[in-house]
């Protein structure tokens, strides 16, 4: 039997891939002859998010995790990247790119979905593949074409990746007389 | 971001599952506004709060939306 067509899946701010799995159970069922549904966990640890608690218990189900971080002022950075912490300094969209690509073989990524901050994340992988596609860069070996998003209860805006965040700074440096123009062209 | 400083709209399709009873539906609509292609976003509500539909009835109102969007992007790539 061919593998079914996978769908990832992003947890909200606060909670796990493991939370977000018992959450979806009754949903991953109703489709469970149509989708596989895989959850991949945020890089870093906070407190227990909305609605998370008293079910889902440090001891069982910790540590919580969220995407973005923030910098020394306290303010969130844009592309979930912290420099010289964890992770390496690897951005937010990057990590979540090259952790589809390490779950190997098996069915096609057709779709992704996310809760709350996991919208973000999702909203953030679908414009760099938006960008990607408009540069016309072709796609890579691994790497991901999704054909729709599923987005539950999200708010705010896309997490920010290398190449949608470049594009941005490219347009601003534009104007700018110290625009290093070799360099950005490249992208 | 376009030539004329907004944000460029997602227009992959997207579904979106807002809870009327979610202290974060306002943020909702202004996410799904501010960008998503109208064109290609498409919106269920539900009466709930935030989280995961719990409701059998709620859950199925997803459950149908995903197994429409993905019949109607079978053929868009």
Redesign the interface.
């Known amino acids: 039997m061919a593998p079914l067509p996978r769908i990832a899946c992003f947890h909200g701010g606060g909670s796990s891939a493991a939370i977000f799995a018992t959450q979806c159970q009754t949903l991953q069922s109703q489709l469970s002859s149509t989708f596989e549904f895989v959850f991949f966990d945020a890089p870093y640890e906070r407190d227990a998010g909305p609605g998370v608690l008293p079910y889902f218990t440090y001891e069982k189900f910790g540590p919580y995790r969220t995407w973005f971080c923030k910098n020394e002022s306290g303010q969130e950075v844009p592309d979930g990247r912290m420099e010289g912490g964890e992770g390496n300094g690897e951005g937010g969209i990057e990590r979540v790119l090259r952790l589809l690509r390490e779950e190997g073989e098996g069915g096609e990524w057709v779709g992704c979905m996310g809760f709350s901050q996991g919208t973000r994340v999702l909203g953030g992988l679908l414009l760099h593949q938006q960008k990607r596609r408009e540069m016309g860069f072709p796609v890579g070996e691994g790497e991901v074409e999704f054909r729709f998003g599923v987005l539950c209860m999200g708010s705010f805006a896309p997490m920010v990746s290398d190449l949608t965040g470049r594009k941005s700074k490219f347009l601003l440096l534009r104007w700018s007389p110290s625009y290093e123009w070799g360099y950005r062209k490249s992208y | ?1 376009s ?1 004329s ?1 907004t ?2 709209l ?10 009327t009873k ?1 202290v ?1 539906y306002a ?2 609509k ?2 799904l506004a ?2 998503y292609d109208p064109k290609t976003s498409r919106l269920i509500e539900i009466n709930y709060h ?4 719990w409701f059998k009835a709620d ?2 109102k ?2 149908d ?3 429409s ?2 019949r109607d ?2 053929e ?2």
């Not at chain 2, 935030?50 to 539909?53: G, L, V």
């Open positions: 971001m030539l400083g944000p460029d997602i227009s992959i399709p997207t579904l979106h599952l807002h809870g979610d974060n943020n909702g202004k996410q501010a960008y935030h989280a995961m539909p859950l199925m997803l459950v939306g995903i197994e969007i993905y992007t079978q868009i790539l």
